[in-house]
């Protein structure tokens, strides 16, 4: 009781003045039943099953309506509104006048206890301040089926394979029985002899009815106590009676029930406001009615159907034609009156939800098309940048290579130049140190060499025998060098210092360059007959054959297509001889 708001406990109060101290636990749960309404409180506890008021915190399921306007009749037990309203306020005004004759009874039960005498029974002692709850089997739906199968040899028509018939009813006018049709296709179920129960959904009561409303079918609720003498019968004409099992199997109405001694089926009667067994209710969502309008005009235009209370059906199923709850009258309510009113809101509202779940599969396609286009771009976008970075890379890469080429290209001309420049030193000192000297020293030599230069310029010189090879390439040398290169410039010493004597430095060098090719960059020959004259060391020219007597030379430039065999106009000495 602690975790009780104030109102709650100020509802508690009340009521517990009301029956004059009752148990606090049965007095809750009442008042949780009721949504703490006192009145409909003590309505439940002194007027014997009223049904709790329907608020905004309870279950949609919870929430019925009553639609009984297509049955012929009411039920002759079933107690009137007003009749029982007025129950329900006389019964606590009794109760209350008790009190006294409660406390008398208590304290005359204490002296008779005294005095060992025997307690007579007065008649207000029976009266009581609320109806307990009528002890309870343990078990629930499943049990109850299995018994009601075991007890009748019956087994429920949703376990054989009898092919469900569609004779669903599209329009407002009743139309002829479909019971011979139903017949004509489910004979083969009774091949084996054996009697057919209604479908019977195994769940509990509201679960019962969210399926109801989730599929948007008619329900069947059956209710029976075996403490009524109808059970039997009804059991063997009603609920065996395959005419009336397939009439709901066919029309796909949902089946469920127990018996009011079990805590859902009792759970379900209060709901229902059963009152005699058996009991049947037919149950499905219908346009929410209003004071103002009735529930033919006001269902095209209701924004939330609620689950109703089509119909009830108690009392005896005898005699068969005509029993309130006989298999004919049920039959003759379905094909007659409830589903040709029925089952036209409920084919909408199923239309409703297939366009829904077809607008949403829709949806769903649509998301996931979107989905995969996004994914499609995505990929053509990384893709793309994923090539545009790799070109940029590639591209790069290709400027670094080409800056590294030119790179090279210009250190390669540095050092070229670099050389050319020492080259051009050493042909100087070469000038002054070796052609100088031997110039003064045999300038009436013993036979003469007539030289063409690549530049196309002869030049006739004499030189001794004894004149070396070397002396006659440094000579040739010599004459490469550019006009501007005057000889006063010419250096005295070698660029990498002093050496004793001027050819033994140049060999040095031809050495340390790799060769005389390299060295010289030109080669001599012959002009006719062409004969080379390669450079050797330690060569005179006396000793050479094609050199006797003179001669014309050419000065071939290593890699020049240069011809040398051309005639200069010159002749030797044995020529002029």
Known sequence: MSNLTDSQQRALNQLRELTNGGSDDVSIGVL???????????????????????????SAVEAFEVDDSAQRQPSQNQVLPNTRMLYALARPLLSLLAVPLHILSSVVRFIFGILRIPVPQFRFTSLNFYRPQPRRRAGGPDKWVRELEEELGAV???RTKTPRVSTSTTGMQAGPSRVSARNAQSDDC??????????????????????????????????????????????????????FVKALYNNDILAWGGDVRDLEAWNGSEKLQATTYPFIAFVALQPKRTPSSSSRSHSSSSPQPVLTVLSRHQGKPYPSSSGPT???????????????????????????????????????????????????????????????????????????????????????????????ELRMVWRCWTRKAVVGPMMTAGGGGDFRIAIRLPTGTRVVQSFALTTS???LYAFVDS???????????????????KETGGE?????????????????????????????????RDVQLGELSMLKGGGQVVVEMLGSSQSSSEDDGYKTESDEE
Not at 197 to 211: A, G, M, N, V
Not at 479 to 497: A, N, R, W
């Open 326 to 420: 006989s298999a004919q009258t049920l039959i003759d309510h379905l094909d007659r009156q409830l589903l040709p009113r029925v089952n036209p809101f409920l084919e909408r509202l199923r239309a409703q939800q297939r366009e829904r779940e077809r607008d949403r599969q829709l949806r769903d396609e649509q998301d996931r098309a979107f989905q995969e286009a996004a994914r499609r771009d995505k990929e053509r976008i990384e893709a793309k940048i994923a090539a545009e970075k790799a070109e940029t890379e590639a591209k790069r890469k290709a400027e670094e290579v080409e800056k590294a080429a030119i790179l090279k290209q210009e250190q390669e001309a540095a050092e070229a130049r670099q050389r050319e």
């Open 469 to 471: 090879l070397t002396a």
């Open 156 to 158: 429920c028509i949703g």
């Open 32 to 58: 949780e039943s009721t949504d703490w309404d006192v009145e409909r409180a003590a309505e439940l506890i002194f007027g014997g099953g009223g049904l709790p008021a329907p608020s905004t915190s309870t």
């Open 504 to 536: 033994k430095a140049i060999e040095k060098q031809i050495v340390a360059v790799g060769g005389a090719t390299s060295w010289w960059g030109f080669q001599l020959a012959m002009a006719y007959p062409r004969l080379e004259i390669p450079w050797k």
């Open 479 to 497: 004459q490469l060098i550019p006009s501007h290169f005057e000889p006063k410039d010419d250096p005295v010493t070698p660029p990498e210092g």
């Open 190 to 243: 009774l091949a084996e002899g054996k009697k057919l129960l209604p479908d019977f959904i195994i769940s509990s009561y509201d679960q019962f009815l969210r399926t109801c409303q989730r599929e948007f079918k008619i329900g069947c609720v059956i209710l029976l106590t075996e403490e009524h003498d109808d059970t039997p019968e009804f059991k063997r004409a009603t609920l065996t009676n395959s005419d």
